[in-house]
């Protein structure tokens, strides 16, 4: 049988139906230049998120919990609209970045919790 390198484009024969690379060093390859698009695609919005995850950390410091004003947040140079995970609890969105959650508490002014538990 006769295939086409994934890695390479090269023809190369084999008997075997599952095989898409001529050898292993070319299915790396093609595994690691997947994996650097894929981590490339995803990096705008990684260093917004880790930017945001150090703010919080710096916040909450050795505390449970921390009320904190918008414009200290903004001050930080946090950003609103980015966020891994949310739910809503009472009517009211909590907002969730890694395992630190956020959420409004009075206009401009919100709570901040490690390890995500309920606030």
Known sequence: ??????????EFHTNKRNKFFSCKENQVLYNNMISSD?????SF???VL???E???RELLDDNV???????????????????????KKDSVFVFGIYEYTYRSIITNSFIIRKDGRDI
């Open 50 to 52: 880790k930017k945001n």
């Open 38 to 42: 894929l981590r490339e695609e995803h």
């Open 45 to 47: 919005i990684d260093i």
């Open 54 to 56: 150090r703010i919080l």
């Open 65 to 87: 919990e921390v009320n904190v004003s918008s414009n200290e947040l903004k001050l930080k140079g946090f950003t609103f609209n980015v966020f891994t995970h949310y739910k």
């Open 1 to 10: 049988m006769i295939r086409i390198d994934k890695y390479t484009g090269e």
